[in-house]
């Protein structure tokens, strides 16, 4: 369209970042921050979280499957439904339901995750902040093909894109970021770039200034 200019929902890159010492050595940690409810798939995600897990152990990976634990950072009105899908998955013990959080407080969560996962279900999930908060981190991230989510994922290079309510396929691509460290990195350091390329807050409201100086 003629005339149209597009400005980012940017990010403050001096809050997310990435930092040392907040992740469990010992651990690998799937992690998401949403609010508990339906659209956004957590059902979805501790369904694929408890698949790969059974895939690992299964391929001989008993080590790795040993070391997967799963954050879930936000609450809401499923709650209680999502902790009893985990307890019915035999996976409870290794899942943490951390609770609404201060956005302050983000930063730190998504320091302690290796992997985020947003599976959101909906296309009314209009725009990926909380993905490319995760990306600034220099997190690789899994998302869905919902709405927005796609947008601010580059497939194959920042992170992987699933069909939405796709377990099988969410699961395959936890395994496989599991089983390699170095694919993770690369994938992380990819996502940082690419906020700071597109998403840096401080660009995008100089860009947004230009746009308003041009209509007046």
């Keep these: 369209i003629e005339n149209l200019s597009v400005t980012p929902f940017g990010i403050d890159l001096s809050l997310f970042y990435p930092k040392l010492g907040l992740r469990n050595p010992d651990h690998i940690t799937i ?28 391929s001989g990976s008993t080590h790795l499957a040993a070391q997967l634990r799963l954050s ?21 013990d290794v899942c943490e339901f951390v609770g609404r959080v201060p956005h302050s407080q983000v930063p730190d969560h998504l320091n302690r995750f290796d992997i985020y996962v947003a599976v959101s279900r909906l296309d009314s999930e209009s725009f990926g902040v909380a993905v490319i908060e995760a990306s600034a981190c220099g997190l690789p991230v899994i998302v869905s093909d919902a709405g927005g989510l796609p947008e601010v994922v580059v497939n194959g290079r920042t992170g992987v894109v699933v069909e939405r309510e796709d377990v099988d396929a969410t699961a395959a691509s936890i395994v496989s970021l599991i089983e390699s460290p170095e694919l993770r990195r690369q994938m992380g350091d990819a996502g940082r770039q690419h906020v700071k390329d597109h998403y840096e807050w401080s660009q995008n409201v100089s860009q947004m200034g230009r746009v308003y100086e041009q209509v007046l």
């Design 31 to 58: 992690g998401t921050v949403k609010t508990l409810h339906e659209k956004y798939g957590i059902d979805i995600l501790i369904q694929a979280f408890a698949k790969a897990r059974a895939l690992l152990g299964e």
């Design 72 to 92: 879930i950072v936000g609450d809401g009105p499923l709650r209680s439904d999502y902790e009893a899908l985990a307890h019915e998955l035999g996976i409870y």
